[in-house]
């Protein structure tokens, strides 16, 4: 409901004269459908999304202030399910898991390895593996 009311204010010029909760509410919504639609980018970080938003990385961590996760976790964990989805996708058999990671914003297959084995408790290889039913899957990051 906020969402809606917003909008409408924001089309009509009114978004100032919202209450504070409701315009926090509404720039949470935008920026983590800015985080999803941007994941892929490996240039993604909590400033990038301050500067796209015109607000302080400091507003922007207030934001994420009482949530189970930072802006910078929840970008990580974002990535690391779209991997995990990619890595079990039959589709995506012929992907290797480095163009994989790379697809989701992962810099360096080490990290990702790291992340994926500190989040799943395996190694992305074993996870392809295990969902795809074959261990001649294995493809080195």
């Not at 004269?17 to 993604?44: C, K, Q, S, Y």
């Not at 890595?87 to 990290?111: C, K, Q, T, Y």
Request: proline letters at 6%.
């Amino acid at each position: 409901m906020d969402l809606a009311v917003a909008t409408l204010a924001d089309r009509i010029g009114g978004l100032r004269t919202l209450p504070a909760e409701t315009r926090a509410a509404v720039l949470r919504a935008r920026v983590d459908a800015f985080i999803d639609a941007n994941l892929g980018d490996p240039h993604l970080n909590p400033a990038a999304i301050a500067a796209h938003h015109h607000i302080s990385l400091r507003s922007l961590h207030q934001l994420f202030h009482g949530e189970p996760e930072t802006v910078a976790a929840t970008i990580r964990r974002r990535r690391l399910e779209r991997c995990r989805d990619d890595l079990v996708d039959p589709a995506m058999r012929h992907h290797g898991v480095g163009e994989i990671s790379a697809r989701w914003g992962f810099r360096h297959p080490a990290d990702f390895s790291r992340a994926m084995r500190k989040m799943y408790g395996t190694p992305p290889t074993e996870i392809r593996a295990q969902a795809l039913g074959s261990d001649d899957l294995r493809d080195p990051c």
